[in-house]
DNA sequence: TTCCAGGTTG
DNA sequence: CAACCTGGAA
């Protein structure tokens, strides 16, 4: 009695139990045989949570794997230069993971002897570690009771309790929180986060979830109201903003100039083609000839236009075109950039080169990784 | 071609 | 609250 309509109920133990069992025993039956699921490591366990914010599993695994053949284990992490960290991140995006996670390694080896540590406080200060990542690790690789709140859970919490919240306030993802407290199973917690994040991306899928194959069924609120898809409540999106850059092919010998960006902020760490962006009402020339002279100290004469490539960033997308550049002296990098090198075609691998880098490289039919020519 | 999903940081 | 990337689906 005294049902409101306000927020969703808290399911009562009973109910709790029985949700908790029957992804349990679903996630056993069902689940995948990821790469880090065949381990008990927390350092490989906290590595794959990382690589897996913002990015699918399919994107990770091979990923995953060079990474950790490379690094096995947080002392071997913590001894590479950042360059090779991002070198085998190159193509996964969001590197300030990869700067982190480097940084992170080093604060476990010089503060906690090399061992990751397992309280909640320690852990959670490392430099990437949020949240979420701290509820995964915590629960799955030391089996703590904690909850694990990512986009996959929200999503099947949401539905599974029809709550009309959205996931990104503060007042929903407390209410989430509660009800993934409330179906975590004690002493099973990472069991039960992984069952919930494995639906979510296997089953309760953002769009055409495919509830028939279930293991909630009818528990389902949002199911049995038939508003599954309205769950969480949508989220619009802005237009983003469209930026015109300008970017340098300059070959000396069969290498390319390449110049590495400062290691904050965007791409930081990373290498491009020396460019830029066009101020307005400029010439796409004179803009690459500015940029190449105020920041790199170079004399450019400006060639043919060789293509144009477009690239979508988190918060604006850009058309990068490229020129055929012959310039005069040595780079000094400065300003946007802290370091050069001529590329030779088996660097491509050995440099974290950029998504739009690769791209350009790849249209102008250099064998970089990833393209046809390449591999 | 466009749209969308997704954790942490400063 | 804006900055931070890419790939997969519509």
């Known amino acids: 009695m005294g049902e409101t309509n306000e927020a969703a109920l808290q399911p009562n133990a009973s109910e709790a139990l029985a949700l908790s069992q029957a992804l349990l025993a679903w996630y056993r039956a069902q689940r995948r045989d990821l790469p880090w699921r065949r381990t008990s490591d927390p350092y490989r366990i906290w590595v794959a949570e990382i690589m897996l914010q913002q990015t699918q599993v399919a994107t990770v695994i091979p990923y995953y794997e060079r990474f950790l053949a490379r690094f096995p284990d947080v002392q071997a992490l913590a001894k590479a230069e950042l360059d090779e960290v991002l070198a085998l991140w190159q193509g996964l995006g969001y590197y300030g993971r990869a700067r982190n996670l480097h940084a992170a390694a080093r604060l476990v080896c010089e503060r906690h002897g090399g061992i990751i540590p397992s309280n909640p406080h320690e852990f959670r200060s490392l430099p990437g570690v949020g949240p979420y990542t701290a509820g995964a690790v915590l629960s799955i690789a030391f089996g703590q009771d904690e909850v694990a709140l990512d986009g996959n859970v929200a999503r099947v919490l949401c539905r599974l309790f029809n709550d009309d919240q959205d996931p990104r306030t503060a007042k929903g993802r407390k209410e989430l929180r509660r009800y993934a407290q409330a179906l975590l199973p004690p002493g099973q917690a990472g069991e039960l986060n992984q069952a919930l994040m494995e639906l979510g ?30 769950r969480p409540v949508a989220k619009r999106r802005g237009e983003l903003p469209r930026r015109e850059w300008v970017a340098a092919l300059v070959e000396d010998e069969g290498k390319i100039l390449a110049v590495r960006r400062r290691p904050q902020g965007l791409l930081g760490g990373l290498w491009e083609l020396p460019g830029g962006e066009v101020l307005p009402d400029e010439e796409h020339p004179q803009a690459l000839a500015r940029i190449l002279r105020v920041h790199l100290g170079l004399e450019a004469a400006v060639g043919e236009q060789l293509a144009t490539v477009r690239h979508a960033y988190s918060h604006f997308q850009v058309k990068v075109h490229l020129y055929r550049c012959a310039v005069r002296g040595t780079p000094t990098p400065s300003g946007p950039w802290d370091g050069f090198h001529w590329l030779a075609s088996e660097d491509y691998n050995a440099y974290g080169l950029t998504g739009v880098t690769l791209k350009a490289l790849a249209r102008l039919g250099f064998a970089v990784p990833g393209s046809p020519a390449g591999s």
């Open 201 to 230: 991306a296997t089953i309760c899928l953002p769009r055409a979830p495919r509830c028939p194959a279930c293991p909630l069924g009818v528990s389902c609120r949002a199911r049995s109201l038939g508003v599954q898809e309205e």
